[in-house]
Structures are given as C-alpha cells and as structure tokens.
C-alpha cells in the first residue's frame, strides 16, 4: 500500500523567504505526482503535474522536482509572499489499475508580511 | 465557468439520519469522484465513476452509496449517517475514463461539503 508523507505538517516563513515543501512515498513504481493548493474552506486546486519519466516541472516562480528512486518530491516556492499562506498537497498515482490517487496529510504554510 | 459545484456548503445530520450530497460538473469531464478529507490524514477515496453508468467502490465506500444520474452529476448518499463520517466531503472530475489520472490533466475539485454528524 502506497504510503505517502509530508513533513513538517505546518511551516511558518517570513515574506521573501523561499519555501521548501517535501513529500515522501514508499513505492516508487508511480505514474504521476501532483502538488495541490488548498485554501481554507475551499476545494484543491492543481498546481503543478510530474509524470513518472520527468525530473521536474515548473510554473513561475514554483518548481516541483521528482527523484522515484528514493521515493522524494520537493515543492520550491521563490520569494514567498503572503498569498501563498496554504495548505499544500501532494499525490501521488500508481501504476496498476487498482491502484488509487494515495494523498499526503499536507503541510500548511503561513507567510507572515 | 462553475467548474465543480457541490451542495450543500454546511450540512449537520443525527445519527441514523439520511442525505445526499450533490456534485454537478460543466467540463464535459468523463471521471468522477468522491473523497473525505479528515484532519490530519490524507484525502481518501470513497467511490469513482469512470463513465457515466458505471461506479466502482473505492478505498472506504462502506456506509456510502452513489449514483452516476448523467454525464454532469455524481451523487453520494449517507443511508444511517453515523458519527465517525464527519468530515469534509470533495467531488472531483477528470477528462479521461482510467480509473485515476493518468495523463497530463489534473484533477479538479469542488470547494466541499462540511458534514457533520450528533
């Protein structure tokens, strides 16, 4: 069963610093990885996709590498502003058919101005 | 563009009593999906829907029920509502018809259900 783990649950960073958000899984044999957005009371919204033959993938100032081998993903987020205060989750998909969408607990940011 | 539209926002039940969740989506989007978010662990997976017509259990699918009405809208109902199925209840939608998201397209989410059951 694929296991998936972000720590620290929480994180607190003064505006500008750079955020540095990790997810681990205990299966490497995925398809894909998602890191998603959620903001209070709302739904999640999709940030950044890695399929399972890619090392990276990058949205502005948000860069999400993927090393399978050791079962890591890393979320950077440049110049960290107040807006980014979220909750962030990543997901990860498996390979066979039965395999689910397994989620993170997620790791929730706070950007003080 | 609506996207996911889930009703209703709030919702607090007594134990034994009965609801549907509704989830509606205008993307002309094949796969639906129905998740709870509980605090401190992941989203997990009720019950999916590949196709319209087609619905399969997921990771916890007991105490649950669904309909697939047409291509638009999946509904989750609650039987005998019990304690342990407060939660946070998401519906998502996906282009394609696997049984999760294989290809470039992420999935997109409803703002959610807060249900909670006396």
């Known amino acids: 069963k694929q296991e998936v783990t972000q720590i620290p649950a929480a994180l607190s960073v003064p505006e500008g610093e750079n955020l540095v958000l990790n997810c681990s899984f205990t299966d490497s044999a995925i398809y894909n990885l998602q890191w998603f957005r959620q903001d209070p009371g709302k739904g999640l919204t999709s940030l950044l996709l890695?399929?399972?033959?890619?090392r990276e993938q990058t949205s502005g100032r948000l860069n999400a590498s993927l090393d399978k081998s050791s079962g890591r993903s890393t979320l950077y987020i440049a110049a960290s502003q107040p807006g980014d205060s979220a909750t962030y989750l990543c997901?990860?998909?498996?390979?066979?058919?039965?395999?689910?969408?397994?989620f993170g607990a997620g790791t929730t940011v706070t950007v003080r101005a | 563009n609506a996207g996911v539209t889930q009703t209703p926002k709030f919702q607090v039940l007594k134990t034994g009593q009965s609801m549907t969740l509704q989830c509606a989506q205008d993307?002309?989007?094949?796969?639906m999906y129905w998740y709870r978010q509980d605090p401190g662990m992941g989203l997990r997976l009720i019950y999916y829907?590949?196709?319209?017509?087609?619905?399969d259990k997921g990771e916890v699918p007991n105490g649950y029920n669904v309909s697939r009405l047409n291509k638009r809208e999946f509904s989750l109902r609650l039987e005998s509502a019990a304690p342990s199925q407060t939660s946070v209840y998401f519906c998502?939608?996906?282009?394609?018809?696997?049984?999760?998201?294989?290809?470039?397209?992420?999935?997109?989410f409803g703002n959610g259900t807060r249900l909670t059951v006396t």
């Open positions: 829907s590949a196709s319209e017509g087609t619905t």
């Open positions: 997901a990860v998909g498996g390979r066979e058919r039965d395999y689910k969408l397994s």
């Open positions: 998502a939608s996906y282009p394609g018809t696997t049984f999760f998201p294989r290809g470039n397209s992420p999935l997109h």
């Open positions: 890695i399929q399972s033959s890619q």
């Open positions: 993307m002309n989007h094949n796969s």
